[in-house]
Each structure stands twice: as structure tokens, then as C-alpha cells.
T-cell receptor, first 114, second 115 residues
Framework: SQTIHQWPATLVQPVGSPLSLECTVE??????LYWYRQAAGRGLQLLFY??????ISSEVPQNLSASRPQDRQFILSSKKLLLSDSGFYLC?????????????FGPGTRLTVL | GESVGLHLPTLSVQEGDNSIINCAYS??????FIWYKQESGKGPQFIID?????DKRQGQRVTVLLNKTVKHLSLQIAATQPGDSAVYFC??????????????FGKGTKLSVKP
């Protein structure tokens, strides 16, 4: 069966520091991968998605970037964190055969920028 | 569109009663709809989905109803249990009409089950 991992689970970082969040998927090949952010008490906002290695699409302009160095690895980064980057970051995967394939979410990373 | 506001709608039900959670979606071209359950501090968990060519789909203790005329989606949970307490999100997907797999999430409804 497929599993999705995210780490770290929680992170507290000062403003201006760099960020690297990692997401890995097991049990599937060539998945679509997604990064979402969830602000407190709100729904999820899609940040990036990837349909293959090195292929990244950005949905909103922001202080963050994403990379996909391996088929089942998706990384969310920032060179300098802002206070507004605080939130709950969720990685998701789908099988990639069709845009409406179900997306399955990881456990998330709670990021607090101070 | 983007959800707004920090206060989630809340539904409080007695254990054993049926729950109905409603959602209005925004795009008449949406092709696919999903309900997710999110427990505190965890990622959303897939519950059930429905495609636009259907108006009802049933799972184990859950039923999703789709009314395309009024762009309304509902999730019915039978015999609600304390473990059902969570925030429930509906999401819509335009399929090939939108960007690859772009899910648009609703505001969420917090379900509280009283023992």
C-alpha cells in the first residue's frame, strides 16, 4: 500500500532563516505531488504541484519554492522566512493518471515563524 | 474561491444521530467532488468522492449527495460516533478544465459529537 511521509512534524524558525520541508511517497511510481498550506481555521491553499521529476508548477506568487529531485520526493524551501509563512503545510499525492485522481494527504508540518 | 474568516461553521450532534454537512461549490464546470475529514493536527483524510455525472454515492455510514442545479454538495453520516468529531471539507476539481489536480477547498465545518 501507499504511504506518504512528511518531516519534520513541527518546526519553529526565526524570521529570515531558511526552510526545507521534505515529503516522500512509498508504494507508487510517478505520482503527482502537491504542496498545500493551511492557515488556522481555514481551508487548504495549493502552493505547488509536480507531475514529474524537475517539473514544478506554482499556483500563487510567494516566498517559497519547491523542487522534486527524485520521483517520490518533494521539497518545499525558502531562503528567508517571513512571519506570514507560518501555517500547517501539507503534502499530497495522486496517481497521476488523470487530474481528478484522488489526492491523499500526509500528516503535515506545523511551521511557526517567530 | 479562497475560504475566508477564522470561525468555522459548527455542527453539534448527539451520538447515534445522523449528521448532515452542507457545502456550496463555486464552479459549474467542476467535474469531481471530494469530502475530506481532518482531525486536529493531522492531514485531511479522504472519505468519499462523487463525479458530476452522479447525484448520489454511498459508502460505509456515509452518503454524498450532489445537486448540480444549485451547486450544492452534502455529506450525510449515519449513526454519528464520537470518532467522527473533526473538521469536514468539501473540495471541487475541474478536471481537465483546470490546472492539473487543482482542488478548491470549501471553508470546512466542524462536527462535534456529544456522548
Amino acid at each position: 500500500s501507499q504511504t506518504i511521509h512528511q518531516w519534520p512534524a513541527t518546526l519553529v524558525q526565526p524570521v529570515g532563516s531558511p526552510l526545507s520541508l521534505e515529503c516522500t511517497v512509498e508504494g507508487t511510481s510517478n505520482p503527482n505531488l502537491y504542496w498545500y498550506r493551511q492557515a488556522a481555521g481555514r481551508g487548504l491553499q495549493l502552493l505547488f504541484y509536480s507531475v514529474g521529476i524537475g517539473q514544478i508548477s506554482s499556483e500563487v506568487p510567494q516566498n517559497l519554492s519547491a523542487s522534486r529531485p527524485q520521483d517520490r520526493q518533494f521539497i518545499l524551501s525558502s531562503k528567508k522566512l517571513l512571519l506570514s509563512d507560518s501555517g500547517f503545510y501539507l503534502c499530497a499525492w495522486s496517481s497521476g493518471g488523470h487530474p481528478t485522481d484522488t489526492q491523499y494527504f500526509g500528516p503535515g508540518t506545523r511551521l511557526t515563524v517567530l | 474561491g479562497e475560504s475566508v474568516g477564522l470561525h468555522l461553521p459548527t455542527l453539534s450532534v448527539q451520538e447515534g444521530d445522523n449528521s448532515i454537512i452542507n457545502c456550496a461549490y463555486s464552479n459549474s464546470a467542476s467535474d469531481y467532488f471530494i469530502w475530506y475529514k481532518q482531525e486536529s493536527g493531522k492531514g485531511p483524510q479522504f472519505i468519499i468522492d462523487i463525479r458530476s455525472n452522479m447525484d448520489k454515492r454511498q459508502g460505509q455510514r456515509v452518503t454524498v449527495l450532489l445537486n448540480k442545479t444549485v451547486k450544492h454538495l452534502s455529506l450525510q453520516i449515519a449513526a454519528t460516533q464520537p470518532g467522527d468529531s473533526a473538521v469536514y471539507f468539501c473540495a471541487e476539481n475541474m478536471g481537465y478544465g483546470g490546472s492539473q489536480g487543482n482542488l478548491i477547498f470549501g471553508k470546512g465545518t466542524k462536527l462535534s459529537v456529544k456522548p
